[in-house]
């Protein structure tokens, strides 16, 4: 018996026979079936539920490939068209409008621009309220926008105001606490320049002098009680072409009084050793010492 014919008589001998067995159906039929058509079915209505309201939610919010509604996404970053509300706090770096319309920042309370540092501290803040615009910062500053001149800026320790003129138009004027230094002060033209304290002194100090001129009009200076004009080592100059003192006082002397019922016109002007000035009836001679009762009364 060769080999072939071996192995084929041994499997022969081992194969089951199946002349009795019993045949067993393959599948799922009854109440299985049923539960199986069913949850296939209800996942599909809910899948054609889900796409609806995708596509309800995209038609709503206007979705588009740009963006959403008025939020437009460019390559600049995000548009927004119309008035927006922001419910929790906006970060951002740069905020623009459009050019042919004006950025509004609007709050029923009041509106806060705060800037932070790298650690997260408050450098500066901008708030504009009801009443006041508060601006808390190391140094506060306006420029032009012409050239970026500093117009105004404030610090902790000065004010410097860089416009070429500075306008107080108010009805009081301009009231300064301290002193005020100036190289130049002017008014408007056909105007007048009133410097007053109305309950204290007044005082204009400069190392090099102090000029006061009138080119077209009149220099007066008016007092209460004494007018003080004081040189500690120089001398007071007066050049004019007529100097005139009014409301001197005028001495008399026995001499004169026989002459009174003639008018006197001409006067000698007399000084006391105390520097008071006053007038004394001209005569042939000096008649200063004649009317010098007058000192005794300064």
């Known amino acids: 018996m060769t080999r072939e014919q071996f192995i084929l008589a041994t499997q022969q001998n081992h194969l089951p026979r199946t002349e009795n067995a019993q045949l067993y159906p393959v599948g799922i039929y009854g109440w299985r079936k049923r539960c199986l058509y069913f949850f296939v079915l209800l996942l599909l209505v809910t899948m054609i539920v889900n796409l609806a309201m995708t596509i309800w939610i995209l038609k709503v919010m206007n979705f588009t490939v740009d963006g959403m509604g008025n939020l437009r996404v460019t390559k600049k970053g995000i548009r927004l068209e119309g008035i927006s509300e922001f419910l929790l706090p906006l970060y951002v770096k740069e905020i623009h409008s459009r050019k ?4 509004i920042l609007q709050s029923d309370r009041n509106v806060t621009v705060n800037a932070r540092n790298h650690m ?6 901008l708030t504009v309220g009801a009443d006041t615009v508060e601006a808390q910062c190391k140094r506060f500053e306006v420029r032009a926008s012409e050239d970026g001149r500093v117009l105004f800026s404030a610090d902790e320790d000065a004010i410097t105001i860089g416009a070429e003129k500075l306008k107080v138009t108010g009805t009081e004027g301009a009231v300064f606490g301290h002193s005020v230094e100036t190289p130049h002060i002017r008014a408007e033209p056909s105007q007048d320049l009133r410097l007053e304290s109305p309950t204290r002194a007044l005082i204009m100090e400069a190392p090099r002098g102090v000029q006061v001129s009138a080119a077209a009009g009149d220099f007066k200076a008016t007092c209460r009680k ?3 004009l004081q040189s500690t080592e120089g001398e007071i100059f007066l050049n004019a072409d007529k100097i005139r003192l009014g409301n001197l006082p005028t001495g008399s002397s026995s001499s004169s009084s026989s002459s009174s019922n003639s008018r006197q016109t ?4 007399c000084v006391c050793p105390s520097g008071k000035l006053y007038l004394s009836p001209a005569g042939v001679g000096s008649t200063c010492q004649s009317s010098s009762t007058i000192c005794l009364w300064s």
Do not use: F, N
């Open 100 to 103: 042919d319309s004006p950025l």
């Open 120 to 125: 997260g501290q408050l450098t500066g803040q």
């Open 226 to 228: 004494e007018l003080h």
């Open 266 to 269: 001409v006067y000698e002007l």
